[in-house]
């Protein structure tokens, strides 16, 4: 129901539905124009047949050539829709009709009975008349005449079809309506075409460009055009832009953060615990020289200085590894990778191509951190029994893959919440690549990260 409800099909069903309100009502104006301009014409024609009949027959009857009268009869019956015509005496016998069969008649018993009564109003004025009387279906024409030899007028009635003509109005309008018909389904269908090439296919891919935007993915090229939908397409793109360029300065701030806090926390804090652990020492043996009982307590002091100070060189390697800055990425995930196998007493091994090595340093970065977020997810949260990074070029693309057997990533349950792994997406966008969660294909089951980055043609020989 939702596919109906646009734009693309509303406005030509809309247009299709004027159009079609615009060809009943057409129709319908069309019909009765045709059938006034069709009874108009019969009317004209009856009248100019009745006067001249009328006249005619006078002048034929005086003259007594009955013949010519039943001749000019004949040529009457060739009139358009003429039912019956017939000319009447005094005594409303037919003396002449247009159908030999009413000849001798009485005009009572012939198909034009229903106009008997009105003869009489018709001799008295003397006037011929055109008319269509109440049934609505005959139009009558009654033209009076006197013949030498009577005192009461003959007649001329001729009686024409309505049936036929209204018909025929009928299906002239009918067919102009089906060619109108015809006509809007075409147009419809050019307009369809016309909003499916220039507005509907652009909108969806502002669509996809809104979703795969949404999904953190990189996104492909907006709907383009001077138009305004172009326009539309552009400045979003630009937006777009402007966010990732945005996140990138974002990210390198912060990782510049990072590495501060790091050394601080390694030339600072870490040189503090370790004098504080030094002199705790010295101060157990003194105290254990004059047999203190208070020894004991100096030499777990030094213990426990001794035990912070590894966690906060652990935090500041983790905050800024200095073999990433100074031997590059292979040494900053061999040394990952065996601490936080000492961490969580988790296998780790890594692969890595030597090439690495001349990425961009920026480009190591990320990928160091990529892979960190996503070891240590699997360490701590997957409960995984091993864990393999590997780095490799393959057709084109550097290919950062994290495996392990831990609890399988759940791909399908909604967007990524967890602030690590909207910074993985964030560092993934910055290098125009794009991540991947597949189930690892293995009986013990797991999880395959796979981060693809584009990277120069001459790194993948």
Request: hydrophobic share 45%.
């Amino acid at each position: 129901m939702k596919r109906l409800m646009t734009l693309h099909l509303l406005v030509p069903a809309a247009v299709a539905c004027f159009g079609m309100a615009l060809i009943v009502v057409g129709y319908l104006r069309n019909e009765q124009q045709l059938r006034d301009r069709s009874r108009k014409e019969l009317w004209d024609n009856a009248y100019r047949e009745g006067t001249r009949l009328s006249h005619i027959a006078q002048h034929l009857l005086r003259k007594g050539l009955v013949q010519a009268a039943d001749l000019e009869m004949s040529y009457v019956a060739l009139s358009p829709h003429l039912t019956l015509g017939v000319i009447c005496d005094g005594d409303d016998v037919v003396r002449h009709a247009s159908q030999i069969q009413w000849r001798g008649v009485s005009l009572r018993e012939t198909p034009l009975e229903a106009i008997v009564p009105r003869l009489g109003a018709i001799r008295k004025e003397l006037n011929g008349q055109v008319a269509i009387y109440p049934d609505g279906e005959v139009l009558w024409a009654v033209f009076p005449f006197f013949e030498r030899s009577t005192t009461t007028p003959f007649v001329v009635v001729l009686a024409y079809d309505l049936v036929g003509p209204k018909k025929e109005s009928t299906r002239l309008a009918r067919h102009e309506s089906i060619s109108q018909s015809l006509g809007l389904l075409g147009g419809s269908l050019v307009l369809w075409m016309l909003l499916d090439t220039l507005i509907t296919r652009r909108i969806a891919r502002i669509l996809v460009f809104a979703k795969q935007v949404a999904s953190g993915r990189s996104p492909g090229v907006p709907a383009t055009g001077a138009d305004e939908i172009g326009a539309v397409g552009q400045a979003f793109a630009d937006t777009v832009g402007q966010l990732r360029s945005t996140e990138k300065q974002l990210l390198e701030a912060a990782e510049q953060e990072r590495w501060r806090l790091g050394m601080d926390l390694h030339d600072d804090i870490c040189q503090r615990i370790a004098a504080a652990q030094l002199k705790a020492g010295v101060l157990g043996v003194s105290l254990a020289r004059e047999n203190s009982p208070h020894s004991v307590l100096a030499k777990q002091v030094a213990e426990q200085l001794s035990d912070a100070a590894d966690i906060a060189r652990g935090y500041a390697r983790g905050l800024a590894p200095a073999t990433l800055d100074r031997d590059g990425l292979n040494a900053a995930l061999r040394d990952m990778t065996g601490h936080l196998t000492k961490a969580f007493g988790v296998p780790m091994h890594h692969d890595t191509d030597p090439r690495v090595l001349e990425l961009p340093d920026a480009t190591q970065v990320h990928l160091f951190r990529i892979a960190q977020e996503l070891a240590t997810n699997a360490a701590k949260h997957a409960r995984a029994t091993f864990i393999n990074i590997s780095l490799t070029f393959r057709d084109g693309l550097l290919e950062l893959k994290v495996e392990s057997d831990g609890r399988r990533f759940e791909i399908d349950s909604g967007p990524m919440t967890g602030m690590g792994l909207q910074l993985v997406n964030q560092r993934v966008r910055a290098l125009n690549g794009r991540l991947l969660f597949l189930e690892r294909d293995e009986p013990g089951g797991g999880t395959l990260a796979v981060c693809e980055v584009p990277v120069a043609p001459r790194l993948d020989h």
